[in-house]
């Protein structure tokens, strides 16, 4: 069954960097167009980098020239380089399908547990 499993979160001051990595198991990685989407508290779930099958990527103008999206398919791995970091980056943050979310076998959309990035000093 499909599984992802986003890490590389955690505290870091305004300015700062994070490199978050999802590893994706129990799918055919590399046909996908995949994206990282953060939840702020009491906002709802947002894409806000994504990457094609062929490598083009595309992001936010919140996260364009600060965010990097990047793919390994032999690895079934998709990273989010994270660069000057503002306290409005504060969110759980969440990889996926781009656009549509992967479904289990109920037919329900599945999301993994998200790892939690705070920006604050």
């Known amino acids: 069954q499909v599984q992802l499993v986003e890490s590389g979160g955690g505290l870091v001051q305004p300015g700062g960097s994070l490199r978050l990595s999802c590893a994706a198991s129990?799918?055919?990685?590399?046909?996908?167009?995949m994206g990282w989407y953060r939840q702020a508290p009491g906002k709802q779930r947002e894409l806000v980098a994504s990457?094609?099958?062929?490598?083009?990527?595309n992001y936010t103008d919140s996260t364009k020239g600060r965010f990097t999206i990047s793919r390994d398919n032999a690895k079934n791995t998709v990273y989010l380089q994270m660069n000057s970091l503002k306290p409005e980056d504060t969110a759980v943050y969440y990889c996926?399908?781009?656009?549509?979310?992967?479904?289990?076998?109920?037919?329900?959309?599945?999301w993994g547990q998200g790892t939690q990035v705070t920006v604050s000093s």
């Open positions: 996926n399908r781009k656009n549509r979310p992967l479904l289990i076998a109920t037919g329900k959309a599945y």
């Open positions: 129990g799918i055919i990685f590399s046909i996908y167009s």
């Open positions: 990457i094609t099958t062929s490598g083009s990527t």
